[in-house]
């Protein structure tokens, strides 16, 4: 199976929305004062949101496109 640029920059780009929210979880966890605590639950939660719906839908459309090739 061969990914295309755009798969590939897809999932990328979900990596490191990923790793932003990740990192804002971190910081409420290691610093937990209200601003980091509240910009981990509505930011990091939008962004890791977001990220995984990318994810799923390139997952998706990767399935769809392998099963109709022959």
Known sequence: MKLSISTITGLRVSAVLTIIALA???WSMLEPTP???ML?????Q?????A???YLYIVVRE???ER???
């Not at 981990?40 to 990091?44: D, I, K, R």
């Not at 939008?46 to 977001?50: N, S």
């Open 40 to 44: 981990a639950m509505t930011v990091g």
């Open 63 to 65: 399935i769809r496109r």
């Open 46 to 50: 939008m962004v890791g949101t977001i």
């Open 68 to 70: 109709r090739q022959p």
């Open 35 to 37: 601003l980091p605590v």
């Open 52 to 54: 995984f719906g990318l």
């Open 24 to 26: 804002l979880m971190l």
